[in-house]
Nanobody
Framework: QMQLVESGGGLVQAGGSLRLSCATS????????MGWFRQAPGKERVFVAG????????NYRDAVKGRFTISRDNAKNMVYLQMNSLKPEDTAVYYC?????????????????WGQGTQVTVSS
C-alpha cells in the first residue's frame, strides 16, 4: 500500500503563485510515475503534470505549460507542483497520484494510489 497526502492549496489572486506538496509513504519503491490531476466542479478529473520517479522526465497539459513545474525529491519521498501566473480557470481540487507501471500517465484510471486532494481557488 501507498499513502499520499497533499498540502499547500489555498486562495490566491490571479497572477499569484502556490506550491503544492505531496508526501508519499508506504510502498514508494513501487512508484514509476507521479502525477498531479485536477477536478473542477462539475467536470472530470484531468491530468495536469507528471514526472518519472526515477528518470525525472516530465510532461504537462498544454494549458499549464510554462506556468507550472512538477518536481520530486526521492530522498524525502515528496512531489511538488509549483504553480505560477495562476488564472481563475486553474481553480479546482488538485490531487497527486502514483502509477506503479509504465502506461499512459494522462489516464487517471492507470493510477492506483491517490491523495485526498487540496483545494486551489484563484480569484479574478
Amino acid at each position: 500500500q501507498m499513502q499520499l497526502v497533499e498540502s499547500g492549496g489555498g486562495l490566491v489572486q490571479a497572477g499569484g503563485s502556490l506550491r503544492l506538496s505531496c508526501a508519499t509513504s508506504g510502498r514508494t519503491a513501487a512508484t514509476v510515475v507521479m502525477g498531479w490531476f485536477r477536478q473542477a466542479p462539475g467536470k472530470e478529473r484531468v491530468f495536469v503534470a507528471g514526472i518519472g520517479w526515477n528518470s525525472g522526465t516530465t510532461n504537462y497539459r498544454d494549458a499549464v505549460k510554462g506556468r507550472f513545474t512538477i518536481s520530486r525529491d526521492n530522498a524525502k519521498n515528496m512531489v511538488y507542483l509549483q504553480m505560477n501566473s495562476l488564472k481563475p480557470e486553474d481553480t479546482a481540487v488538485y490531487y497527486c497520484a502514483a502509477q506503479t507501471f509504465y502506461g499512459n500517465n494522462w489516464n487517471p484510471g492507470e493510477y492506483g494510489y491517490w491523495g485526498q486532494g487540496t483545494q486551489v481557488t484563484v480569484s479574478s
